[in-house]
């Protein structure tokens, strides 16, 4: 039994065809089928559902999956540990990440490269499903999400900070003097949201049905960035993490204004699995952060902690 007929299984439950795997493997595809046939004759259980093509996997064959990924987990997790003793971590932390994160995300990557700067920051833009199925899988190594939900009660968590909501608008769409806005009045200007299918999308509804609204969007999107780019057209509006134009100075002709009656916060932070010994490259993270917490709360709009964080860097 080798690890690498793991990673031959692993491939063809992404792919779904055997020779699509087998390109992903970079072996032939009778090579790859006499080895998963090799795995299923050590174990002695049918793994693979087969009839002149691949159908599936027996339920045998999905347990095996399942071990097979945390295996591939475990070798990987050896690796990284000898790694950190060594002082000289390499390979790819990839984090999960929703997408009213972004702000704080490069500041992440900046602290994090510092400390180990031969591994690569992989960042994946996911819903919270997704996201969650895929650490529990091991396909992620972190997560940055809002912490609120049942399913995250098997994973560790840390808070890293609150976000509150703003409406960015068109630096001419409404007066100067006015630096905060109503869910209500908000709800009657043209609007550009985040898909409907998205958790922080479902963070805005809640709060325009708090205040007796449902507004039709004129444009829907997954992508925040997108939305902030029209904005910058000046014909419509969205609602962005507080502080999101003051980290990302790419949309000139913007402002952020506060959404109020109700103001509308949610703890935001870490996930990753509950294993032991620990993974890593997670527990790196989580450490890293751990002490990071003030820098990285200043990046969302609270004035003491930016001053705190700008005399940390200056010492």
């Excluded at 009656?261 to 935001?268: A, E, F, G, N, T």
């Amino acid at each position: 039994m080798f690890l690498r007929q793991f990673e031959y299984l692993i491939a063809l439950e992404k792919e779904g065809h055997f020779g699509r795997a087998a390109e992903r493997c970079h072996v032939s595809q009778p090579s790859l089928s006499s080895a998963l046939q090799q795995l299923e004759a050590e174990l002695d259980v049918p793994i693979i559902l087969r009839h002149q093509r691949y159908q599936g996997f027996t339920p045998e064959g999905e347990r095996v999956v399942s071990w097979a990924k945390r295996l591939l987990a475990d070798r990987k997790s050896m690796l990284e540990e000898l790694a950190i003793m060594r002082r000289n971590l390499t390979g790819r932390i990839r984090i999960g990440a929703m997408p009213t994160s972004s702000p704080v995300l490069p500041r992440i990557n900046q602290l994090f490269s510092a400390l180990y700067p031969s591994v690569e920051v992989d960042i994946q833009f996911l819903g919270s499903d997704k996201l969650i199925n895929e650490l529990h899988n091991f396909e992620l190594d972190v997560g940055i999400t809002y912490l609120e939900g049942t399913s995250l009660k098997k994973l560790n968590t840390m808070v890293l900070y609150e976000e509150q909501l703003s409406l960015m608008i068109p630096q001419k769409m409404l007066s100067e003097k006015q630096k905060s806005i109503s869910w209500a009045q908000a709800a009657e200007l043209r609007l550009g949201l985040l898909s409907p299918n998205m958790r922080e999308r479902e963070v805005m509804d809640e709060a325009f049905e708090r205040v007796g609204c449902n507004p039709t969007p004129n444009l829907e999107c997954n992508s925040i960035f997108q939305l902030a780019f029209h904005v910058m057209q000046g014909d419509i509006a969205t609602i962005v993490p507080n502080g999101f134009s003051r980290t990302n100075d790419a949309f000139p002709g913007t402002r952020e204004i506060e959404l109020v009656d109700p103001v509308i916060s949610k703890p935001v932070g870490l996930i990753w699995e509950k294993v032991v010994p620990p993974l890593p490259m997670a527990q790196a993270m989580a450490d890293l952060l751990s002490e990071a917490g003030h820098e990285i709360r200043a990046t969302f709009g609270d004035t003491a902690e930016r001053e705190e964080a700008s005399q940390r860097q200056v010492a």
